[in-house]
């Protein structure tokens, strides 16, 4: 299987074999694995709008070469974190060589008892790091809402605890939630690509129990496409994204929701 790979000036070459140094599967996983689940991440991750039209044929052409998520396709519900004056999300849209964000998920509405990922998400060069402990929904809930400490600790934990800390009066800022559908390649299990659509933002009722409802974050007929990748772009998709006049984007779905939604409300209540 070929590969574009990316170097540090954004050029490409061409390889047949993967650069094993670079793998997820290398990086030290020591104290952070649990019941099979990944939760250290290490990869590109590439953006992209398009129309339904435009994910049809791209379903085609991935046909030959990607399969199915066993999970199929999933609701995954988020609440994002930010201080009072949303700090995060503002340096954020400033983008800067490094940036960071705290995040609690769940696969579908979840109950007291289901299990959800507490989140680290950094970018540092254009390379994301997502780091991720799973907890149960109430416990995850009193320990990042109500600051009742965790009974086990680990690294990632003591990263979150950090985290936390450095950014003081961190709280729940949006609930933003969209139905997923995941690929994997048949050649490499590193190379993920995902459409995300129904993309759904509220700034209430801010829980992952509540239920998925609030105001568009993209209009209902796009879709967003992401790329998640270890080595670079197989060829077939460089063709078909260069064929269709697809082109990268920036686009963040937290982002656009204070930018549409957050950022609105603030400056009417400081024109009060």
């Not at 979150?160 to 950014?167: R, V």
Request: aromatic share 14%.
């Amino acid at each position: 299987m070929f590969y574009q790979i990316f170097l540090k000036d954004f050029k490409f070459i061409l390889i047949r074999e993967p650069i094993l140094a670079l793998t997820s599967r290398y990086i030290d996983l020591k104290g952070v694995k649990d019941m099979g689940y990944q939760n250290v991440f290490k990869r590109y991750e590439l953006k992209y709008i398009l129309t339904q039209e435009e994910k049809e044929s791209l379903l085609q052409a991935m046909e030959k070469h990607m399969i199915s998520d066993p999970f199929g396709k999933n609701t995954i519900c988020n609440i994002y974190f930010d201080t009072p004056d949303k700090l995060l999300v503002r340096r954020s849209l400033e983008k800067p060589v490094y940036r960071e964000k705290l995040r609690v998920r769940s696969y579908g509405v979840a109950n007291p008892d289901s299990k959800v990922f507490i989140e680290i998400k950094k970018k540092y060069k254009g390379i994301v790091y997502k780091r991720r402990i799973n907890l149960k929904e109430k416990v995850a809930r009193s320990y990042l809402i109500e600051g009742k400490p965790l009974k086990k600790h680990n690294q990632i934990s003591a990263e979150i605890d950090y985290l936390m800390n450095f950014y003081k009066n961190i709280e729940p800022s949006i609930f933003l939630s969209y139905d997923r559908e995941a690929f994997y390649s048949k050649e490499d299990r590193d190379f993920r690509m995902t459409f995300d659509e129904k993309i759904l933002a509220r700034d209430y009722d801010i829980s992952l129990n509540a239920g998925v409802y609030g105001e568009f974050v993209l209009p209902k007929d796009k879709v967003i496409l992401e790329v998640k990748t270890v080595f670079g772009v197989p060829i077939w998709l460089r063709n078909f994204l260069n064929e269709n006049h697809l082109y990268k984007t920036s686009f963040s779905k937290y982002g656009n929701t204070y930018l549409n939604m957050l950022l609105p409300k603030r400056l009417e209540n400081t024109q009060l």
